[in-house]
């Protein structure tokens, strides 16, 4: 009887340690997405900067590993107005969220999506560039319009635009594609490879990446675009934690210096091919339906 007691506390006693230690991590994870990190930041020195380093052309690798694109120029270029240093670190696009609220990265900064959905859990900056979504299929495909996707196979980048898209619109691609189901990738670039093995008839993707990739690094440029203007355009700016509202101020003020010096309008030309100078509204007015 005595060890059935002994038995018993030991096992009460293990529960209230578990559930306190889960306690204390909630609060922990409460306090690090309500804080205003910008004194640590600045302390530091540098801005961990969360990436998909395989979405060209916003943030990807050159043969040598180097990281390049256009937001590695703009984060850069921003970091300097603010006297810090721009840390990239590559992150699984579908843990993007889970990462910033780790505190493992300060933003998210890689042609992300401020969508009203978003804004409820993220503070985002301005919004800096507009894109929206294309479908991209072989040149000799025959398919010229989004109605010849019929009964044909689609691959899109899982936790992007294109797959919310696909789902909240669906009688302009996902009723029609085979099985109403597309193919689910972790990067694009896969993606393309298996559109040019033709294990797939089309990709849908954000215009800016599939114009860049199509034009620049596939092979010999055998790809077309058809805009799907049936989708919303999305509205891209970087977002941050909830309590980082010291570090939106900072980053908001830093894109409003690049616009007047002409820095946004050099990278826009740089990379999306456009004399465009473009800054759009505070988080408030940036409204989209649709994510990346």
Known sequence: MKK???LLMLFLITISATFLSGCHIQNETYRANHQDTWAKIKKRGTLNIGVDDSFVPMDFRRRNGQLVGYDVDLSRAVCKVLGIKANFQSIDWSMKETELKNGTIDCIWNGYTATPSRRKRIAFSR?????????????????????????????????STAQTDLNKYPRVLKDIIKNRKPILYQDNSDAFMDLQAGRTQGILSGTVYAGYYATHLAHNNNY?????????????????RKGDTTLVKKINYALGVLQKDGTLRRINKKWLGINSNYLGPTTEFAKSNSQR
């Open 4 to 6: 059935v007691k002994i």
């Open 127 to 159: 919004v800096y560039e507009l894109s929206g979504q294309s479908l991209v299929v072989r040149k000799d495909s025959g398919i010229n319009r989004m109605a010849d996707m019929k009964g044909k196979t689609l691959g899109v980048q899982e936790s």
């Open 224 to 240: 077309k675009l058809i805009n799907a203007t049936q989708y919303p355009a999305d509205r891209v700016a970087i977002g941050m």
